[in-house]
C-alpha cells in the first residue's frame, strides 16, 4: 500500500522532478543526478530515496515530455489540410528539440520502436500527407526520424539557424504538384 507522502517529502519530490526537467532540458539525459540535487536544493541521498534508480527520475521527466509531443501529434492528425499538420507536428517537434536537449535524445531515439503511441501517429501523418498527394510517396516515418535527428544536429549546433534548415528539409519531403515538375 502507498501511503501519500508528508508535505515536506512531496515538496521535496516536486523540486527535484523540476530541477531534472531544467537540468536535463540544459544537458540531456546522461546529466549528473548530483547536479539535479544541487539545482533541487535537496542532497543526493533525497534524491535516491525519491528516484532509486537513474531510470526512475528520467522517466518522470520524460513521461511528461511525451505526452506533450503525443498531443502535438494528435493536433497535428486534426488539421483539416494533411500537409499543414504535418507541417505543424515537425515544426513543434523540433522547437521543442531547440530548447531541450532531453527531449532531442528522446525524439531522436523513439523510432526504435514502432509500438509506441507517438510511432503510430506519426505513421498515420506521414500516410495522411501521402494520400493527399502532398508528402512524397518514397518517405516513410523513418525518414521523419532522421529529418528530426538531422535538425537536432542544426540546432545544437547554431540555435539560430534550425528554422532555416527546417525550410530546405520541408522542399525535400514535399512531393511534386501533380503534372510533374515545371517545365
Known amino acids: 500500500m502507498n501511503r501519500p507522502l ?7 519530490r516536486d523540486a527535484l522532478v523540476e530541477a531534472a526537467k531544467q537540468v536535463l532540458a540544459e544537458r540531456g539525459i546522461e546529466a549528473p543526478l548530483e547536479a539535479v540535487a544541487k539545482r533541487a536544493g535537496v542532497a543526493i541521498g533525497t534524491l535516491y530515496r525519491h528516484f532509486p534508480e537513474r531510470g526512475d527520475l528520467i522517466d518522470a521527466v520524460l513521461d511528461e515530455k511525451v505526452a506533450t509531443w503525443t498531443e502535438v501529434a494528435r ?14 507536428f515537425l515544426e513543434r517537434t523540433c522547437e521543442m528539440q531547440a530548447k531541450d536537449r532531453a527531449f532531442t535524445e528522446l525524439a ?11 510511432n503510430r501517429l ?20 523513418v525518414d521523419l526520424a532522421f529529418f528530426v535527428m538531422a535538425n537536432s544536429r542544426v540546432a545544437e549546433a547554431d540555435p539560430e539557424q534550425w528554422r532555416r ?5 520541408l522542399d525535400a519531403l514535399r512531393a511534386e504538384p501533380r503534372g510533374g515538375p515545371a517545365a
Not at 108 to 118: A, F, G, M, V
Open 108 to 118: 531522436c531515439l523513439s523510432h526504435q520502436n514502432d509500438r509506441t503511441e507517438i
Open 122 to 141: 506519426i505513421h498515420q501523418l506521414a500516410e495522411r500527407a501521402q494520400r493527399a498527394g502532398a508528402l512524397r510517396h518514397d518517405v516513410g516515418p
Open 165 to 169: 534548415h527546417f525550410t530546405l528539409m
Open 6 to 12: 508528508r508535505r515536506d517529502a512531496q515538496r521535496n
Open 75 to 88: 493536433q497535428a492528425l486534426a488539421a483539416d489540410d494533411a500537409w499543414a499538420g504535418l507541417v505543424e
